[in-house]
């Protein structure tokens, strides 16, 4: 991996941004919302309109407007909220940052279930473990995620009274109970997952435990450990990568599903209120924040392909 190819992806990404800022800013123009209404209320007098229009510099073209918006996104000002009358990006950030600590989690626990189950069933290939693997696989493909989170919620709290239904309790305040709260959202992210990447696993272990170097590395007599974990997991890996950091994407923005039921405030959620509410400066900002995460995602994943496997290079 050189320091060009990574200064040709970071301008990629920047490009990819400029693209998408383009886009959204296109399509809330669009929408059927007043900034000036929504911000002086349904009170406001035409004259008062017609100043705010003007200081606002709504009567500009739109590429004027456009140039002005993207010159204070891209020096951190995304913008009053219309619905609260606060800046839009500390609210935004913060909602990220709720979304990125439960897909993280959700990763987490699906690599620890799903990786040693994935080469489990490829190991003992046809038989009982094999079927019983893929049976769980196929369940959680097969499940929408509000039926696994009525289920779990039905079981884990409503008769069991394991975990809290519903809320969202910050870890810094109470660590603990943030847990707690986390466990049952958690849990249902990574049914879906694990079901996703068992299968992939599996799969992949297969194919490259019939491919000629593991054949040579056990000709040579090196432990089935060694061939296993040094020469056959890394690059059963490979597509597991590609798996998670496109799941990323989802775990951002098709999560808002789990964060309603379970009453998260992520950035999912936000969005979602935004768009009902026609909110256009908080619509703009989580939809531009979601594709920076989104693109800094692919961009990892595309460094950790050289570093598992070192016969790829970037150059």
Do not use: C
């Not at 959204?24 to 017609?50: H, K, R, W, Y």
């Not at 606060?86 to 940052?97: F, H, I, K, R, Y």
């Not at 975990?163 to 049952?184: N, Q």
């Not at 998260?264 to 989580?286: E, F, H, K, N």
């Amino acid at each position: 991996m050189s320091f060009a190819w990574l200064a040709r992806r970071l301008l990629l990404m920047a490009y990819t941004l400029v693209v998408v800022s383009m886009l959204v800013f296109a399509i809330t123009q669009v929408l059927p919302a007043d900034a000036a209404q929504s911000l002086l209320g349904e009170n406001a007098t035409p004259e008062m309109l017609a100043a705010l229009r003007a200081k606002l510099g709504l009567g500009d073209p739109a590429w004027q407007q456009y140039l002005r918006w993207a010159g204070r996104v891209f020096s951190g000002d995304f913008g009053i909220s219309m619905r609260t009358s606060q800046p839009v990006g500390p609210d935004m950030l913060t909602a990220l940052s709720r979304s990125l600590l439960l897909a993280a989690s959700s990763i987490l626990v699906t690599l620890l279930v799903a990786v040693p189950l994935g080469v489990v069933a490829a190991l003992r290939h046809g038989r009982l473990t094999d079927t019983g693997v893929s049976l769980i696989a196929y369940l959680g493909v097969s499940l929408p995620e509000f039926v696994t989170a009525t289920l779990l919620a039905l079981l884990l709290a409503d008769t069991l009274h394991w975990l809290p239904a519903t809320g969202y309790v910050s870890l810094p305040e109470d660590f603990g109970d943030g847990i707690r709260h986390l466990a049952l959202p958690v849990l249902t992210i990574s049914v879906i997952l694990i079901a996703h990447v068992m299968r992939m696993m599996r799969s992949e272990t297969l194919d490259v435990l019939k491919s000629d170097y593991i054949r040579a590395a056990r000709l040579k007599g090196l432990p089935e450990r060694t061939v296993l974990f040094r020469h056959a997991l890394r690059n059963a890996l490979l597509p597991v990568v590609t798996i998670i950091a496109l799941d990323v994407g989802y775990l951002l923005g098709g999560i808002i599903v789990i964060e309603e039921i379970f009453a998260i405030p992520g950035i999912g959620r936000a969005l979602m209120v935004a768009i009902t509410t026609r909110d256009l400066p908080s619509i703009q900002a989580g939809a531009l924040i979601m594709a920076a995460t989104y693109a800094i995602t692919n961009t990892l994943a595309d460094m950790t392909y050289a570093l598992l496997d070192r016969r790829i290079r970037y150059d």
